[in-house]
């Protein structure tokens, strides 16, 4: 075997070691959540995803599965693997989304591995909890969330191939994909559809300022027609006359609603992204006005297309707000969650290859040691923590842990 051939196959078994490990944890995190529904141990909110499926009322196609689960003996370890497969997922789409923009696949894979496991650098003295009271991109308590974040990066992942090179050639490929992710996304939680259509609309208006033919930003468009019948369906469910259930303008609500000091948590939640935002915004700025001039696909895209979301997403958080049985469940929240991941997922990867840029900082050495180790310092707290997180929910802690 060539020195080639033997790396490749190291690499190879690496990489299946770590996403299996991963998705056998969670896998094992979902069975007991399941099995436990009547304790505090192993706390989630499955049990009353379960409860609801099993009661024939479901606004997500979860529900549909768990439902023909329940058709076999110990359903709980099919609810799991279920699960388990779209967190493993994840991590696998996060990888081979990540491939081509990290020119490592050690890299590829340690940043992979990162943007999944990452939650809010916690203060004690700013929150005492370690979760609640902040915003996280990881999240193992909520399976609607689980599933919906897989098939939401999925979306994005087929998103940016299709607008990629549609302008010259339509690869059908890649819309019936992304149509196809996108929906079952929305059918599974529309908070992803909420912070990700105004972005894709103004997307489109662009693409018609450049000049991009009128019938492919229409068939663009046209992807997003199913998750509109599924939203219509979801939203009768769920905010139908009889509910009670409704949506207000409450500017602060979700974010004050379980945060001492709300905006701090919020800086907290995403201060490795917003670290490198400004390391980056100037020439993101300077360089997609380029390409735009020279009728180019923006190289940033996936960049402006992360904060874009992001800010969607904290608009939606800080103003919107549920009424009825709903009001305390902060579910704009998840919307922004996603938004969180994205952000942490582009971010890694812009590190990395500032990293390896010799024109970053003027290509000066010591710039770059103190950028790698303060941002690096920073990123690596927001793995411990998220480590640290999943290790104590592994051993049952609930996800309202202190400290």
């Known amino acids: 075997m060539s020195k080639k051939n033997k790396n490749n196959s190291i690499f190879v078994a690496v990489l299946v070691l770590v996403f299996a490990a991963y998705t056998i944890a969670c896998g094992y995190l979902f069975y007991m959540q399941a099995a436990r529904a009547e304790g505090q141990y192993f706390e989630s909110d499955l049990p009353a995803h379960l409860s609801m499926a099993k009661d024939g009322w479901g606004y997500s196609l979860t529900a549909v599965f768990y439902r023909l689960f329940m058709l076999l003996p110990g359903y709980e370890i099919f609810v799991a693997t279920f699960l388990a497969l779209f967190s493993g997922g994840t991590m696998v789409a996060t990888y081979f989304g990540i491939r081509k923009f990290i020119g490592n696949r050690w890299s590829a894979l340690g940043a992979s591995v990162a943007a999944n496991i990452v939650m809010p650098c916690f203060m004690r003295a700013v929150h005492y909890e370690r979760y609640i009271g902040y915003q996280s991109p990881s999240v193992w308590h909520n399976s609607t969330y689980t599933v919906m974040k897989c098939l939401a990066l999925l979306t994005l992942i087929f998103y940016l191939r299709f607008a990629h ?80 259930n409704g949506i207000v303008i409450d500017f602060g609500y979700n974010v004050y609603l379980r945060a001492q000091r709300p905006y701090f948590t919020m800086i907290l939640s995403a201060l490795f992204p917003v670290l490198i935002f400004l390391f980056n915004i100037v020439n993101v700025i300077r360089e997609t006005l380029s390409d735009l ?42 919307g922004y969650d996603f938004c969180l991941f994205v952000l942490f997922v582009v971010s890694v990867v812009y590190f990395m290859n500032n990293l390896r840029s010799v024109r970053f900082l003027k290509g000066s050495y010591a710039g770059h040691i103190a950028y790698a180790s303060v941002l690096g310092a920073v990123l690596a707290y927001h793995m411990y923590c998220g480590l640290y997180f999943f290790l104590r929910l592994l051993g049952g802690t609930t996800y309202f842990m202190q400290g």
């Open 165 to 244: 090179g549609y302008k010259k050639k339509i690869q059908w490929r890649d819309w019936i994909l992304f149509t196809l992710f996108l929906t079952l996304s929305t059918a599974t939680k529309t908070s992803f559809l909420l912070v990700f259509a105004p972005v894709a609309f103004a997307g489109l208006i662009v693409d018609l300022i450049r000049k991009v033919p009128v019938g492919r930003v229409l068939l663009f468009a046209s992807a997003i027609i199913p998750s509109i019948a599924v939203v219509l369906l979801q939203e009768a469910v769920l905010f139908g006359g009889e509910t009670g």
């Open 293 to 334: 001039k020279k009728k180019y696909f923006p190289r940033h895209t996936p960049f402006v297309l992360a904060w874009s979301m992001w800010a969607i997403g904290a608009l939606e958080l800080l103003f919107l707000k549920e009424t009825g049985k709903r009001e305390l469940d902060g579910n704009f929240l998840w």
